[in-house]
């Protein structure tokens, strides 16, 4: 399965996909969908998680061996997700997700933050008449500009999640999760497992503020995550044997500026 390609040029799998979306859990999610979708595990009708294989292969990701290896005895549904979300390798993705700038430690917005904008550019007009108040200026102009504050999601991460869509199976767990629904199907049909199965996990949380405004509740369990959301709702003729599902609409993530 080809990954989604950002603005900048960079392929971000489904599994980061997933992270930006909604954190460590929805990448969790992802994980597991791609293993499910390559046939290495199976779920019974109970959810209780199993391996085909009692070995590692076709893991293409740390995670992914990490769901694997924990999976030589079976395993609840909802414990697989909630194990990977709070592992080592898990910390890592984030890690890597850092290095790679598409996430940052975000900032709260401070409610006066428009104060120190105002001071600065009175000071920097005023600079016209006396050249010194040019440094007071730019100070309070810098300090607007950190108490703005700052969202998890850098430039890099929003555009990664600009045109993503739930083109399929595993890309719409990563946006939607196992819990979520593409047009007038649930998720959990595309992979056939049963609404008593997925509903061990977390319910979904509700949008607040504009479209992608979310942030990831599991998010602590990775420190300073970066969570946008989507909302990818899209007619979708898939069944649930296949791997390839329509998406309709893109989804874009949350996220402040740089």
Same mark, same amino acid.
């Given at each position: 399965?080809? #990954? ?12 980061? $996909? ?12 992802? #994980? ?5 979708? #390559? ?8 959810? $209780? ?19 694997? $290896? ?111 629904? $593409? ?37 602590? #369990? ?37």
């Amino acid at each position: 399965m080809a #990954a989604p390609t950002a603005a900048t040029g960079t392929r971000v799998p489904p599994e980061q $996909i997933g992270y930006l979306t909604e954190g460590p859990g929805r990448a969790a999610e992802t #994980a597991l969908a791609r293993l499910l979708d #390559a046939g290495l595990v199976r779920v019974s009708r109970d959810g $209780i998680v199993s391996a085909v294989h009692q070995n590692e292969l076709g893991a293409t990701t740390a995670v992914e061996t990490l769901i694997l $290896i924990g999976l030589r005895k079976p395993v609840r549904f909802d414990a697989v997700v909630r194990n990977a979300m709070k592992s080592a390798e898990m910390r890592s993705l984030h890690q890597q997700m850092r290095a790679q700038r598409l996430t940052r430690n975000p900032r709260p917005r401070l409610a006066a933050w428009w104060v120190f904008l105002v001071i600065g550019v009175v000071l920097g007009l005023a600079a016209f008449l006396e050249p010194w108040t040019l440094f007071g200026a730019l100070g309070f102009l810098g300090f607007a500009y950190w108490t703005y504050g700052a969202k998890p999601l850098t430039r890099a991460g929003r555009a990664a999640l600009k045109d993503v869509t739930a083109s399929d199976r595993v890309l719409t767990v990563a946006l939607e999760g196992f819990r979520g629904r $593409i047009g007038n199907r649930t998720v959990a049909e595309l992979f056939g497992l049963p609404q008593s199965v997925v509903k061990m996990l977390p319910r979904k949380r509700k949008k607040t503020g504009r479209r992608g405004g979310r942030a990831a509740s599991s998010a602590a #369990a990775c420190g300073s995550s970066g969570c946008g959301s989507s909302s990818c709702g899209s007619s979708s003729s898939c069944s649930s044997g296949s791997s390839s599902c329509g998406g309709g609409s893109s989804c874009g993530g949350g996220g402040g500026g740089d």
